[in-house]
Nanobody, 123 residues
């Protein structure tokens, strides 16, 4: 069965850094895109970042550009979100997902989802 699990969240001070990991199994990793999503209380879920393992295309939410980066380790079927200069407004539950797509396209449903990890940024 397809599985995705995000981990690495926690409590961090504003201006600090944190790395989230997404461990996956049960699908052909090299043919899929991995996306990071977040949802804060009272807000809609939004796409934070995306990387496609097929063509290397990427996407970043405007509010995190220059602060967040994303990488993959194809040998481990894992993806990572590197978050720098964190702000209180980054506080949310972060989840990873997989879909057969390129990251030039952000709309539409994603095929597989994992449970999220809580990121809390304090002032």
């Amino acid at each position: 069965e397809v599985q995705l699990q995000a981990y690495g969240g926690g409590l961090v001070q504003a201006g600090g850094s944190l790395r989230l990991s997404c461990a996956t199994s049960g699908f052909f990793f090299a043919n899929y895109a991995i996306g990071w999503f977040r949802q804060a209380p009272g807000k809609e879920r939004e796409v934070v970042s995306c990387i496609a393992n097929t063509d290397g295309s990427t996407y970043f939410l405007d509010s995190v550009k220059g602060r967040f980066t994303m990488s993959v380790d194809k040998a481990k079927n894992s993806a990572y979100l590197h978050m720098n200069n964190l702000k209180p407004e980054d506080t949310a539950v972060y989840s990873c997902a997989a879909d057969y797509r390129l990251c030039t396209v952000q709309g539409g449903p994603w095929s597989y989802w994992g449970q999220g990890t809580q990121v809390t940024v304090s002032s």
